[in-house]
């Protein structure tokens, strides 16, 4: 009896430190709530996504395309947007090209590297949507709009996993 209970205690602590090891790399959407819980995207070998949103003043797209870097950082390597006006880049970085396409502007070799950045799910117009694997993702489906989150890479454990909210099953 004595070995029954020393065995099931083993594997009690085993199957509790084997749910809290994170080891699932996700793109990571964290409320500065810490009280609500996280939406994420599993990567997998996956390293590239966009976000896309509608600008406040000129109500065109822009589209912001990151990968994520062997360190586990965010690097934007590409900024897409079809209007002049208030807010956006008239021309490109050092180092940066900036090309028209079809109508389009387009500042690309972007290597701006972060390890996380801050985002505001817009509330009225701006439609933020994480575009994954050529598929689009609407976050206020995942996330209250007017939500502010802090997007990062990080690994899970299988807690965050069933306590988060899994964006690519959210539609």
């Not at 020393?6 to 699932?24: A, E, G, H, N």
Request: proline share 4%.
């Amino acid at each position: 009896m004595r070995k029954f209970r020393l065995y099931l205690l083993i594997t009690v602590i085993i199957s509790i430190s084997l749910v809290c090891i994170p080891y699932k790399q996700a793109i990571v959407f964290q409320p500065n709530n810490r009280n609500a819980d996280i939406a994420y995207i599993p990567t997998n070998k996956e390293t590239k996504f966009q976000i896309k949103y509608t600008h406040s003043i000129h109500l065109s797209d822009v589209v912001e395309s990151y990968k994520i870097t062997t360190g586990k950082k965010i690097q934007q390597y590409e900024l897409m947007y079809e209007d002049f006006s208030i807010g956006m880049p008239s021309n490109a970085e050092k180092g940066e090209t900036f090309e028209q396409i079809n109508g389009s502007y387009y500042i690309k070799n972007m290597k701006r590297i972060f390890p996380f950045f801050h985002l505001r799910i817009g509330q009225v117009r701006a439609n933020h949507t994480i575009i994954f694997q050529n598929e689009e993702y609407p976050l206020s489906l995942s996330i209250t709009p007017g939500t502010s989150v802090k997007v990062e890479i990080r690994k899970l454990n299988i807690l965050d996993l069933w306590k988060g909210v899994n964006i690519l099953e959210s539609i």
